[in-house]
């Protein structure tokens, strides 16, 4: 369920709601975990039951062709991991074909109820998984998209209304996962 309003004519409010039920083989194949010693076969419970609220606050100002987002994220499930994530974006348009975007993402999340690293006895769920795992992370990002309408009048003008966009984030986290770089490269072409 989501739920927009504009609320002037250059601030935006987006509230959300999302419930999701998974079920049946929900781990892992190939992660284990350590039972008195020994390392065994992850299991899950067989049902999840997840729920997310999300909003959006977005500022414009026209003036500048800047735009200020604002995001945030509340998660629950049961098998007791609580998360949340505050987002801020900052959008700034150059001419009419160059689009700059900079982050910063937190993220923090409790242990599901039957997280750990070993076990010392034999328990009807058990993982190692990081994913499950209490850990924070901060994510800080820069994306620059770049319009092809300048292809106009070219032999490539069928490109004319597609955009390249390159992405770069840092992602800093206390989990076993460690740092992370993620880039990627985009071209969009609609049709």
Known sequence: ???????????NLSLGYDLIH??????????????????????????????????RLSFIIPESQAAFHALMRAYADDWEINAVTPEARVYQMIG??????????????????????????????????PKMSPFHSHLVGAQVRIGLAFLNETPLEFLEDAWLSANFDYLFQTNRFGNAIIAQAALRIPF
């Open 1 to 11: 369920l989501t739920w927009s309003q504009v609320l002037t004519p250059t601030l």
């Open 22 to 55: 998974n079920w049946g083989y929900l781990h892992s194949p190939y992660r284990q975990a350590r039972v008195s010693g020994n390392l065994v076969p992850e299991i899950h419970p067989a049902q999840r039951t997840r729920h997310t609220l999300h909003g």
């Open 96 to 129: 009419s074909s160059v689009l700059l975007r900079a982050r910063y993402r937190f993220y923090t999340q409790s242990p599901s109820f039957f997280y750990a690293l070993t076990y010392d006895d034999p328990q009807p769920f058990v993982t190692a998984d």
